[in-house]
């Protein structure tokens, strides 16, 4: 039982959470400026992450802009990734920075980064993007 329980929890070790990818820093991921405003962007972001197969998970306003938590949930061939899109004005537009990381460290099989096709689907909505 011991053994069960020490596997259990080295698994875990390496676990994300919806709240630890909220948390990282705001800087973190990769970013596109589209040429929309605040509020249409967000909305496109929303359903983006929904198209793509992801859960939203959070959806909050923060400072200077809005947070989008998603989860892609775990299926027969990964345990699944958490991703972070943070929507904010920018000088010329409204900037998306896109954050992807592992449900489970060791998964090997996991996504890795969700970015370009979150811009790709917003870019497709707004018809700024290829």
């Not at 053994?3 to 709240?19: K, M, S, Y």
Request: charged share 20%; net charge neutral; hydrophobic share 45%.
């Amino acid at each position: 039982m011991r053994i069960v329980i020490l596997l259990a929890l080295l698994l875990c070790a390496g676990c994300a959470t919806v709240q630890g990818v909220a948390n990282k820093p705001l800087s973190d991921g990769a970013t596109h400026v589209f040429s929309s405003d605040l509020p249409t962007t967000l909305a496109d972001t929303r359903r983006a992450m929904q198209d793509i197969g992801l859960k939203i998970m959070e959806d909050k306003p923060i400072e200077g802009g809005h947070m989008l938590v998603g989860e892609s949930g775990a299926s027969g061939w990964s345990w699944g990734e958490i991703v972070r899109a943070i929507v904010q004005p920018a000088k010329r537009g409204t900037s998306v920075r896109v954050v992807t990381e592992r449900a489970l460290a060791t998964n090997v099989t996991a996504k890795m980064d969700y970015a370009d096709e979150i811009f790709t689907k917003i870019g497709q909505r707004l018809g700024d993007f290829p």
